[in-house]
């Protein structure tokens, strides 16, 4: 007989597979503290929580028999990862639970939006009849920017083409015969910035995404723009918002979620006339509150009987001798990845991996998903990708993955290089380990370099012209951005090269711009190995 313990409240409709088990027993006991749960842990073999419960490594010490910890909804920040790792737990949790949910509110929002409901209402309520007041749009024959189609912003995009709206879609994993088969027209960010009636963020929320709606896109904004926001706050500058919709360049906003949360009292949203606010309740219907327990609760079933399962977000079982080899390249696989999807424009359509020298003898499946992790945590937000759903990502995005071995590796002596396709370009980049120094990029495209992969990086593309590099170094230093290295490679003389800075600071979006407009500067990326 299997025990499972339930340590947060978590409906009993949701249990039900678990109640119903005839090897399953269910003890209910909720808010107890850590050194309760230490106390009775041994005892159990599975643990479910919501977000209450902090599930610490002394907790999962203490549960010699617990061989799954469920949680019944997507964030497990509550939950040391490492801690279960390295004591063989596995950790599930249910991210698909509240697709619907939360694209049924984001479209509530914009029918509200559309209509003036909430306010509308407040008035009636007081009595006062006013009708003049709120005269609203129809969604029909609108043009409507969806940013981020993963999950929600696809379900979201479904419910448009039913009411009759033109849907743009902007997502970095979206091929073009898929969007053509959901009735989406692919375009850019500043596309549908300029020409959409309504707009709605899917996105999670990254270092890119981080006010990716801000003062440059309201000032070329189309007017009379409705902006919805369901997904993360921070995704579009607030305080440039309520400007852009005093000035009448934005008609409306929806926002249930806020950049921190809770807002503060004096919130300019709480009390503006033309915003409407909900107190992040995305995910808050009983349907989710079940569903998220239903998929969590077979998860736990299947990993007791050992039987398949999904899921999991920590790193399933490597055998020990495997281990040993492959765990010193598991950090450079995730840093290559990562600064390959920085240095890259463009949906990604294929992915290759080539190991080559003694890896290749050896089952890389493990490396393939940390390279994975990096790429994606780039475009999805790192809180959503891990070592054991990368793989799944990105077949679920139709991403293509491609993986060589060899057995030469010019030098070294193992060399792993990624090349990705995108729709618009394609770039390459190969890293080791080097003793002594750790991991090191060596090679970007047909450049040679030796680059440690932390810190905040300079890709600078130029023309190999005389006096580039002072004119690079001293524009840097006039804005207070200090060099810690730097890397030169180039082909030929006078051909095409490229420049690699260390530098110990992120560098501001003026001197980015200020680099891209000096003479033969191709390109400049910041490149974020932190």
Not at 52 to 77: F, H, P, S
Not at 348 to 356: D, L, P, Q
Not at 437 to 444: D, L, N, P, S, T
Not at 467 to 489: E, K, Y
């Amino acid at each position: 007989m299997y025990k499972v313990l339930v340590s947060d409240p978590i409906s009993d409709m949701g249990l039900q597979q678990l109640t119903d088990a005839s090897d399953v027993e269910v003890v209910k006991n909720t808010g107890l503290s850590e050194d309760e749960l230490v106390a009775i842990i041994g005892q159990f073999d599975a643990l479910l929580v919501r977000s209450q419960t902090k599930v610490t490594r002394r907790i999962m010490e203490a549960g010699t028999n617990l061989k799954v910890i469920g949680r019944a909804g997507v964030g497990v920040d509550n939950i040391d990862l490492e801690a279960a790792t390295s004591l063989g737990i596995v950790v599930i949790n249910a991210p698909d639970g509240n697709t619907i949910t939360t694209c049924e509110h984001a479209f509530a929002m914009m029918m509200a939006l559309a209509r003036h409901i909430p306010q509308a209402y407040m008035k009636t309520v007081t009595g006062e009849w006013d009708r003049k007041s709120f005269v609203g749009v129809e969604l029909r024959n609108k043009t409507f920017g969806v940013l981020g189609l993963g999950r929600i912003g696809t379900e979201v995009a479904k419910r448009a083409i039913a009411f009759g709206m033109n849907v743009l879609g902007y997502d970095p994993f979206m091929t073009e015969d898929r969007a053509e088969k959901l009735g989406i027209k692919l375009a850019s960010v500043d596309e549908i910035v300029r020409s959409a009636d309504f707009m709605t963020v899917h996105t999670p929320l990254t270092k890119e995404t981080h006010h990716m709606i801000a003062k440059p896109q309201f000032e070329v904004m189309k007017k009379g723009m409705r902006i919805v926001n369901c997904a993360r706050g921070g995704i579009i500058d607030e305080l440039a918002l309520v400007e852009a919709i005093d000035e009448g360049i934005v008609a409306g906003a929806a926002f249930d979620v806020f950049e921190h949360e809770p807002p503060n009292p004096d919130h300019p949203f709480l009390k503006h006339p033309k915003i409407i606010v909900t107190p992040h309740l995305g995910a808050s219907t009983i349907e989710a509150q079940e569903n998220v327990a239903i998929d969590v609760s077979e998860q736990v079933i299947n990993i007791l009987r050992n039987e398949p399962f999904k899921n999991a977000v920590n790193m399933p079982p490597i055998p020990a001798e495997l281990l040993n080899k492959i765990q010193p390249y598991f950090k450079l696989c995730e840093k290559l990845g990562s600064s390959l999807a920085q240095m890259t424009e463009g949906a990604v359509r294929e992915i290759t991996i080539n190991y080559s020298g003694e890896l290749a003898d050896l089952d890389t499946n493990p490396l393939t998903r940390y390279v994975l992790k990096g790429i994606l945590s780039h475009h999805l937000g790192a809180e959503q990708v891990n070592a054991v759903n990368s793989m799944h990502l990105a077949k679920q995005r139709d991403v293509n993955i491609v993986i060589q071995k060899s057995s030469a590796t010019k030098g070294f002596t193992n060399r792993i290089t990624l090349s990705m396709k995108t729709k618009d370009e394609e770039r390459w980049v190969s890293g080791t380990l080097l003793a002594g120094f750790g991991e090191r990029i060596v090679q970007i495209g047909p450049y040679p370099v030796d680059v440690p992969t932390e810190g905040h990086l300079l890709l600078i593309s130029h023309s190999d012209k005389p006096g580039i590099i002072g004119r690079v170094g001293t524009l840097l230093g006039s804005n207070d951005v200090n060099i810690a290295t730097m890397q030169v490679g180039r082909t030929d003389i006078g051909g095409s090269a490229i420049m690699v800075l260390t530098i110990d600071k992120k560098a501001p979006k003026t001197v980015l711009e200020q680099l891209s407009n000096l003479p033969e500067i191709k390109r400049v990326r910041e490149i974020g190995l932190v």
